[in-house]
C-alpha cells in the first residue's frame, strides 16, 4: 500500500509560479512511476504531467508543456511540480498519482488503471 500526499497549493496570480510536492510512503519510490493530474470544477480529471521510473520517461500534457516542470527526488521518496507562467486555466485540484507498471505515457492513456492516488491540493490562479 502506497501513501502519497501533496502539499504547496495555494493562491496565486496569473504569471505567477508555485511549487506541489508529493510526498509517497512507498519504500522502493524508484519502483513506481508517478504522475500529475487536476480537476477543476465541472470538468473531467485532466492528466497534466508523469515521471516514470527513469530521467528519459517523462511526458506532459499540450496544456502544461514549456510552462510546467515535474521532477522527482527517489532519496526522499518525492515528486514535484514546478508551474511557471500560471493561467486561471490552471485553476484545479492536483492529485499525485503513483503506478508500479505503467509508463509515464501510459499513466495519461490508460488512468483508469492507476492504482494510488492522493488526497488532492487546490490551486487558484488569480487574474
Known amino acids: 500500500q502506497v501513501q502519497l500526499v501533496e502539499s504547496g497549493g495555494g493562491l496565486v496570480q496569473a504569471g505567477g509560479s508555485l511549487r506541489l510536492s508529493c510526498t509517497a510512503s512507498?519504500?522502493?519510490?524508484?519502483?513506481?512511476?508517478m504522475a500529475w493530474f487536476r480537476q477543476a470544477p465541472g470538468r473531467e480529471r485532466e492528466f497534466v504531467a508523469a515521471?516514470?521510473?527513469?530521467?528519459?520517461?517523462?511526458y506532459y500534457s499540450d496544456a502544461v508543456k514549456g510552462r510546467f516542470t515535474i521532477s522527482r527526488d527517489y532519496g526522499k521518496n518525492m515528486m514535484f511540480l514546478q508551474m511557471n507562467s500560471v493561467k486561471p486555466d490552471d485553476t484545479a485540484v492536483y492529485y499525485c498519482?503513483?503506478?508500479?507498471?505503467?509508463?509515464?505515457?501510459?499513466?495519461?492513456?490508460?488512468?483508469?488503471?492507476?492504482?494510488?492516488w492522493g488526497q488532492g491540493t487546490q490551486v487558484t490562479v488569480s487574474s
Open positions: 512507498a519504500r522502493s519510490g524508484s519502483s513506481y512511476a
Open positions: 498519482a503513483a503506478d508500479l507498471k505503467l509508463t509515464a505515457m501510459a499513466m495519461d492513456n490508460f488512468a483508469g488503471r492507476i492504482e494510488y
Open positions: 515521471y516514470g521510473r527513469g530521467d528519459r520517461d517523462i
